[in-house]
């Protein structure tokens, strides 16, 4: 009996909403049916796609968030800030820093230094910049061969 009454009360409300609203909401709850009604374990398998269609769905209407009945509200806002959090980390990946030098470039600082035990990293970053090599006095240091004559191929 108060099943039947709330059902009741649900019809009279939904007298009043916009009809894109109940659209929504009924694409909703028919998708939540497909995804209850599929031959599956006792435990519900969402796919990856069902999970954006709720998500989605959830965003541009989140009054919807309460029809949910497959799985919980809280699910739906968790997976929600989970690709949040992924979109984000993808997006800030580690590109910082000075960009790597190739490795003729390595192989040329490496052999200016060898020919040139005595020049030290401003004049072989000072010969690059006049070949027209755009290059850091710090990472020709970091690339010069260190040492004696003992370092020497």
């Known amino acids: ?17 916009p009809p894109c609203r109940l659209e929504a909401e009924n694409l909703f709850l028919r998708h939540q049916l497909s995804i209850a009604l599929r031959r599956a374990p006792p435990r519900l398998r969402l796919r990856n796609a069902d999970r954006v269609l709720l998500i989605w769905m959830i965003r541009l209407w989140p009054s919807l968030l309460g029809a949910a009945q497959v799985v919980q509200p809280e699910t739906i806002l968790r ?13 800030s990946r580690n590109r910082a820093g000075r960009p790597r030098i190739d490795r003729g470039l390595r192989d040329l600082i490496r052999r200016m230094s060898r020919e040139n035990p005595k020049s030290g990293a401003s004049r072989i970053h000072g010969e690059l910049l006049m070949l027209g090599f755009e290059v850091a006095q710090s990472t020709v240091s970091k690339y010069m061969v260190q040492g004696g004559p003992s370092s020497q191929s």
Request: charged share 20%.
């Open 79 to 91: 997976w929600h800030r989970a690709g949040f959090k992924a979109f984000w980390r993808w997006k």
């Open 1 to 17: 009996m108060l099943a039947i009454l709330h059902s009741l009360g649900m019809f009279i409300v939904d007298l009043f909403k």
